[in-house]
């Protein structure tokens, strides 16, 4: 994955956790349209195995789908 894909993820996630959704969509969504078939892999992996930066939350068995 690109280094910029990278710090666009980072920024989008932390964005999204201070409740700045819309922010965080104008910074992601054009990296992850951008993205050929290749990184667009590695981005889907990168956002399975990250999903507690968006949520600030920690992964555990019991909230895996989420309650809200």
């Known amino acids: 994955m690109r280094p910029s894909t990278l710090r666009a993820l980072h920024r989008a996630a932390e964005l999204t956790r201070q409740n ?6 104008l910074i992601a969504e054009p990296v992850i349209l951008t993205a050929d ?6 981005i889907k992996a990168w ?8 949520t600030g939350g920690t992964k555990t068995a019991g909230n895996e789908k989420g309650t809200d």
């Open 47 to 54: 956002l399975v195995s990250h999903v507690t930066d968006f």
């Open 20 to 25: 700045r959704l819309t922010e965080a969509m």
């Open 37 to 42: 078939f290749y990184e667009g892999e590695e």
